[in-house]
Nanobody
Framework: QVQLVESGGGSVQAGGSLRLSCAVSGQISNILQRGWFRQFRGKEREGVAVIDTDGSAIYSDSVKGRFTIAQGNADKVLYVYLQMNKLTIEDTGTYYC????WGCGAMDYWGKGTQVTVSS
């Protein structure tokens, strides 16, 4: 079992920054990828950024150059961060952290999400 808990969401004005954190605990030894996704009301969930075990990362075109995904480990907990700069109203949504374990082929554990609201 794997548990994911997001934090760091909030309200910010356009042009501002936020840093999201995700604490991943439990059976974390076989995690292949970890990533951030977001969903706005009435829209499908979309991928934001994904990072591999070797640190290589990919970003959606809409956040490339503004967001940075990073990871760390401490006390048997895996942390996944999302630094979000130059936020726009279009970045508003619920942000979810997720992980993919080896052999699963897709993200198979998700957090409950943290809300990000960007106002003009």
């Amino acid at each position: 079992q794997v548990q994911l808990v997001e934090s760091g969401g909030g309200s910010v004005q356009a042009g501002g920054s936020l840093r999201l954190s995700c604490a991943v605990s439990g059976q974390i030894s076989n995690i292949l990828q970890r990533g951030w996704f977001r969903q706005f009301r009435g829209k499908e969930r979309e991928g934001v950024a994904v990072i591999d075990t070797d640190g290589s990362a990919i970003y959606s075109d809409s956040v490339k150059g503004r967001f940075t995904i990073a990871q760390g480990n401490a006390d048997k907990v895996l942390y996944v961060y999302l630094q979000m700069n130059k936020l726009t109203i279009e970045d508003t949504g619920t942000y979810y952290c997720a992980i993919e374990r080896w052999g699963c082929g897709a993200m198979d554990y998700w957090g409950k999400g943290t809300q990000v609201t960007v106002s003009s």
